[in-house]
């Protein structure tokens, strides 16, 4: 049974960081691109970054994050991450990782397997 487990969400005030986590088991996670989305109320689920598989030398992201948001995988111990940098209002939303075996996609209908979800809020 493969299981994605978001963690490191919280409450922040703009400017500041968080790092999100994403535990996976069940899968043979160095064959998975890995993605995170967001989605904030009443929006569209949306991507957010996403690494390749095996090494995950190459990332993707959505133009509004770079810059400040990073993405990295450790898969000894089957997990990626999301470093969240100077963060604003707008990135307030629940954040999801999620996985596939077609490489780094923008949509979310591409991946396989999902996270149930952290959430993010980033007061003025």
């Known amino acids: 049974q493969v299981q994605l487990v978001e963690s490191g969400g919280g409450l922040v005030q703009a400017g500041g960081s968080l790092r999100l986590s994403c535990a996976s088991s069940?899968?043979?996670?160095?064959?998975?691109?890995m993605g995170w989305f967001r989605q904030a109320p009443g929006k569209d689920r949306e991507f957010v970054a996403g690494?390749?598989?095996?090494?995950?030398?190459?990332?993707q992201y959505r133009n509004s994050v770079k810059g400040r948001f990073v993405i990295s995988r450790d898969n000894g111990k089957n997990t990626v991450y999301l470093q969240m940098n100077n963060l604003k209002p707008e990135d307030t939303a629940v954040y999801y990782c999620?996985?596939?075996?077609?490489?780094?996609?923008?949509?979310?209908?591409?991946?396989?397997?999902w996270g149930q979800g952290t959430q993010v809020t980033v007061s003025s």
């Open positions: 069940g899968l043979s996670f160095s064959r998975h691109a």
């Open positions: 999620a996985s596939g075996l077609r490489g780094i996609r923008t949509s979310a209908t591409s991946y396989d397997y």
């Open positions: 690494n390749d598989d095996y090494s995950g030398s190459y990332t």
